[in-house]
Nanobody, 123 residues
């Protein structure tokens, strides 16, 4: 069964950095676009970043632009989210997801989701 597993979340002070990792089943997600979304308590799911299969084009949500970087390993079995200059508003559960196509920023374009990893930023 296809799986996405996130790791790397935790507690960090404002201004700090974290690197999230999403590992995938080997070859299961070949050809898939990969994305990161987040959801804070009482708020809707928010698009964070996506990377497009093949060309590697990156897309970012407004809150991530300039601070976060999405990347993947050469074997394309893991993706990463480097988060810098974190602030308390970034506190959320971060999930990675895989999409066979469609709008990279739209959650309903994604077919597989991980369980998420909690990121908490203290002030």
């Amino acid at each position: 069964q296809a799986q996405l597993v996130e790791s790397g979340g935790g507690l960090v002070q404002a201004g700090g950095s974290l690197r999230l990792t999403c590992t995938t089943s080997v070859r299961t997600f070949v050809g898939y676009n990969m994305g990161w979304f987040r959801q804070a308590p009482g708020k809707e799911r928010e698009f964070v970043a996506a990377i497009i299969w093949g060309v590697g084009t990156e897309y970012y949500g407004d809150s991530a632009e300039g601070r976060f970087t999405i990347s993947r390993d050469n074997a394309k079995t893991a993706i990463y989210l480097q988060m810098n200059r974190l602030h308390p508003a970034d506190t959320a559960v971060y999930c990675c997801a895989a999409s066979r196509g469609g709008q990279s920023a739209a959650a309903n374009s994604y077919d597989y989701w991980g369980q998420g990893t909690q990121v908490t930023v203290s002030s």
